[in-house]
C-alpha cells in the first residue's frame, strides 16, 4: 500500500504550485492528502477545505473572510491544523530528516515542543512567538518583548537540556525590527540570532513602495 503525505497551502494564492507539487508527488507513486488553509476559494479541489479547518478550531470561514483580517485568520486556521494533524506528525518528519543527514530547523511555541524537536535531532530550533506585528497587514495583538524573553529563555532551555549543541534563533511576535531583536538576543542567555522573514522582505517593500510612491507625488505641473 502506497504512502500517503500531507500536503499543506493556501490554494487560493498558490494553488498552481501546489497542484504542480501534488501531481509531481503522486508521480512517485505516493498518496497526496491536500488541506487547504488559505481564506479564500482554493484553485483546486482539496481533500479538506479551508471551512474544515476552521471549523476545527470552533470557528466560521464566511465570517473570518467577511472580517478581512488576515492576522486574525491566519491564527484561526493554524489552530485548525493543530487539532487536524497533531505535532507528533511534524516531529517524526524531523526524525526521519535527521537520519537522512537533512539540516533541520523546525518551529516550536514552547518548552515541550523544544524537547521533542531537540529530542528528534533538529539542528536548529526556531524559537516562535506568533504573527509578527508592525507593517500594513501585521498582528494587531502580541506578546510584550519581556513575555518573549522569558518564553524564548525556557525553549533554550528545554532545547539544550536534550542537546547542548543545538542552535536557537528567535521569531516573530513583537521581534519584528532590528531593534526588537537586539532587545531580545542580550536578554536571552544562549540565544545565537534572529530568523527574518515579513521583517526582511516584507517591511522593506513597503517602506520602499511608500517612500517611492511620496517622491512621485511630489511632481507638481
Known sequence: MAKSIALIGTFDTKGKEFLFVKELIESLGLN???????????????????????????????????????????????????????????????????????????????EEQATKMAEAGADLLVAHMGLTTKGTIGAKTALTLDDCVERIQAIVDAGRAVNPDILVICHGGPIAEPQDAEYVINRVEGIVGFFGASSIERFAAEKGIKEQTKEFKKINK
Open 32 to 110: 497526496v492528502f491536500t488541506i487547504h488553509s488559505g481564506v479564500f476559494e482554493p484553485q483546486f479541489t482539496p481533500d479538506v477545505s479551508n471551512d474544515e479547518v476552521a471549523l476545527a478550531a470552533g470557528e466560521n470561514m464566511a465570517k473570518i473572510a467577511e472580517q478581512k483580517d488576515r492576522a486574525y485568520a491566519t491564527e484561526v486556521l493554524a489552530k485548525g491544523m493543530e487539532i487536524l494533524l497533531p505535532n507528533d506528525l511534524e516531529v517524526e518528519m524531523i526524525r526521519k530528516a535527521h537520519e537522512l543527514d537533512i539540516l533541520t530547523t523546525p518551529y516550536v511555541f514552547d
